[in-house]
C-alpha cells in the first residue's frame, strides 16, 4: 500500500517486478501469467507520461478557418465557433480576420508567417482561460553581410628601399667627415676638399650599380674622368702618409657596405631588397624626374 508522498504506480511496477522473478523460476508453464504482469508493466509505465495540455490557438483557429473553401456551411459554423471562443480576448478580431481575408467566404489563404503577423498569439486553456502568449524571437529575412576581411598588410619594399639608401648615405657622410678630418692636424679648406671629392663616388657606384652611369645621367657638371683627375691632383698637391693611403674610390663603395649593415641591424629594414635593386630603382626614379623636367 502506497503512502502518502509515494507514486502508486511507481509501487505497483515495484510489485510487479517483485513477483517476475518468481514466475521466471517456473518456467514456460508461467509464460501466460508473464505476458500478462509485463502488459500491466506497460501500462503503469505510461502513466509516467506527462500530460499534454489540451489548449486551442487563436491562430492555429485561423489556419483551420482559411482551409475550408469548399463548404460555406462548414466555414460559418467555423467562423461563429472561432468568434465566440475569442471575441473577448480578441478585441479587434473582424479586423483581424478582414485584414487576413478570412471574413467571408471563400476565405483567402494567408500563410503562415501573415497569420502570425496579423494575430496576435491567444491560447484557451482546458479550464477556458484565455492568455497571450509570448511571440517566440524572429529570425532577420536579411542574410547579414560577410564579415570584411582583415587587410594584409604587403610592405612596400621600393619605398623601404629608399629609406635605407638615405639612411645609408647620411651615416657614410659622418664617416667621410670624420676621414677627412684625420688626413691633416690644419686646414679646414683642405680637408673640406678632400670631402667635396669623396661624396660623389658614392653616387658613380650607387648609379653603377643600378646598371647605368653619372656621366649619362648628367648628375654632376662635370665627368667622371675630370673627378678623378681633381683627386690626383689633390693629392699630390698635399701629400703626407694618409694621403697617400686614402682611396676616394673605396669611400663610394662603403654605400653598399653601410646599406647591408643597417639592413641586418635594424627591423624595419627587415623587407628591404638587396643593395643593386635598391640601385635599380634610384635610377629609374632619377630618369623619370628627368623626363619630367623637359616636358
Same mark, same amino acid.
Given at each position: 500500500?502506497?503512502?502518502?508522498?509515494?507514486?502508486?504506480?511507481? =509501487?505497483?511496477?515495484? %510489485?510487479?517486478? !517483485?513477483?517476475?522473478?518468481?514466475?521466471?523460476?517456473?518456467? *514456460?508453464?508461467?509464460? =501466460?501469467?508473464?505476458?500478462? =504482469?509485463?502488459?500491466?508493466?506497460?501500462?503503469?509505465?505510461?502513466?509516467?507520461?506527462?500530460? *499534454?495540455? +489540451?489548449?486551442?490557438?487563436?491562430?492555429?483557429?485561423?489556419?483551420?478557418?482559411?482551409?475550408?473553401?469548399?463548404?460555406?456551411?462548414? &466555414?460559418?459554423?467555423?467562423?461563429?465557433?472561432?468568434?465566440?471562443? &475569442?471575441? +473577448?480576448?480578441?478585441?479587434?478580431?473582424?479586423?483581424?480576420? !478582414?485584414? #487576413?481575408?478570412?471574413?467571408?467566404?471563400?476565405?483567402?489563404?494567408?500563410?503562415?508567417?501573415?497569420?502570425?503577423?496579423?494575430?496576435?498569439?491567444?491560447?484557451?486553456?482546458?479550464?477556458?482561460?484565455?492568455?497571450?502568449?509570448?511571440?517566440?524571437?524572429?529570425?532577420? +529575412?536579411?542574410?547579414?553581410?560577410?564579415?570584411?576581411?582583415?587587410?594584409?598588410?604587403v610592405p612596400d619594399t621600393e619605398e623601404i628601399n629608399r629609406a635605407l639608401i638615405r639612411h645609408a648615405y647620411t651615416n657614410c657622410r659622418y664617416r667621410w667627415t670624420f676621414l677627412?678630418?684625420?688626413?691633416?692636424?690644419?686646414?679646414?679648406?683642405?680637408?673640406?676638399?678632400?670631402? =667635396?671629392?669623396?661624396?660623389?663616388?658614392?653616387?658613380?657606384? #650607387?648609379?653603377?650599380?643600378? !646598371?647605368?652611369?653619372?656621366?649619362?645621367?648628367?648628375? &654632376?657638371?662635370?665627368?667622371?674622368?675630370?673627378?678623378?683627375?681633381?683627386?690626383?691632383a689633390l693629392k699630390a698637391k698635399h701629400k703626407n702618409a694618409e694621403t697617400e693611403a686614402y682611396n676616394f674610390q673605396e669611400q663610394g663603395q662603403d654605400l653598399e657596405i653601410v646599406?647591408?649593415?643597417?639592413?641586418?641591424?635594424?627591423?624595419?629594414?627587415?623587407?628591404?631588397?638587396? &643593395?643593386?635593386?635598391?640601385?635599380? %630603382?634610384?635610377?629609374?626614379?632619377?630618369?623619370?624626374?628627368?623626363?619630367?623636367?623637359?616636358?
Amino acid at each position: 500500500m502506497s503512502s502518502c508522498g509515494n507514486n502508486e504506480s511507481l =509501487d505497483k511496477l515495484k %510489485e510487479l517486478q !517483485g513477483g517476475l522473478d518468481a514466475k521466471l523460476a517456473g518456467g *514456460i508453464g508461467q509464460l =501466460d501469467s508473464l505476458k500478462a =504482469d509485463m502488459n500491466s508493466m506497460k501500462d503503469q509505465a505510461k502513466s509516467f507520461l506527462p500530460e *499534454i495540455p +489540451d489548449v486551442t490557438s487563436f491562430q492555429g483557429e485561423l489556419a483551420k478557418l482559411a482551409a475550408i473553401a469548399s463548404d460555406p456551411i462548414a &466555414f460559418l459554423k467555423a467562423k461563429l465557433d472561432l468568434e465566440s471562443k &475569442f471575441k +473577448d480576448s480578441v478585441p479587434d478580431l473582424n479586423s483581424v480576420l !478582414g485584414k #487576413l481575408g478570412v471574413g467571408e467566404f471563400p476565405p483567402k489563404t494567408p500563410s503562415i508567417a501573415d497569420i502570425c503577423a496579423a494575430a496576435p498569439n491567444v491560447e484557451i486553456d482546458s479550464s477556458g482561460v484565455a492568455k497571450e502568449q509570448p511571440e517566440p524571437p524572429k529570425v532577420a +529575412d536579411v542574410v547579414p553581410p560577410p564579415p570584411v576581411p582583415k587587410e594584409v598588410y604587403v610592405p612596400d619594399t621600393e619605398e623601404i628601399n629608399r629609406a635605407l639608401i638615405r639612411h645609408a648615405y647620411t651615416n657614410c657622410r659622418y664617416r667621410w667627415t670624420f676621414l677627412t678630418n684625420g688626413l691633416f692636424l690644419f686646414g679646414k679648406k683642405k680637408k673640406q676638399m678632400y670631402y =667635396d671629392l669623396t661624396w660623389p663616388e658614392a653616387f658613380i657606384y #650607387l648609379y653603377a650599380s643600378g !646598371g647605368s652611369d653619372a656621366d649619362s645621367l648628367k648628375r &654632376f657638371e662635370y665627368t667622371i674622368a675630370d673627378l678623378r683627375a681633381r683627386q690626383v691632383a689633390l693629392k699630390a698637391k698635399h701629400k703626407n702618409a694618409e694621403t697617400e693611403a686614402y682611396n676616394f674610390q673605396e669611400q663610394g663603395q662603403d654605400l653598399e657596405i653601410v646599406y647591408n649593415a643597417l639592413k641586418a641591424k635594424y627591423s624595419k629594414y627587415a623587407n628591404a631588397g638587396p &643593395f643593386s635593386q635598391a640601385a635599380v %630603382e634610384v635610377v629609374a626614379r632619377y630618369k623619370k624626374k628627368q623626363e619630367e623636367s623637359t616636358e
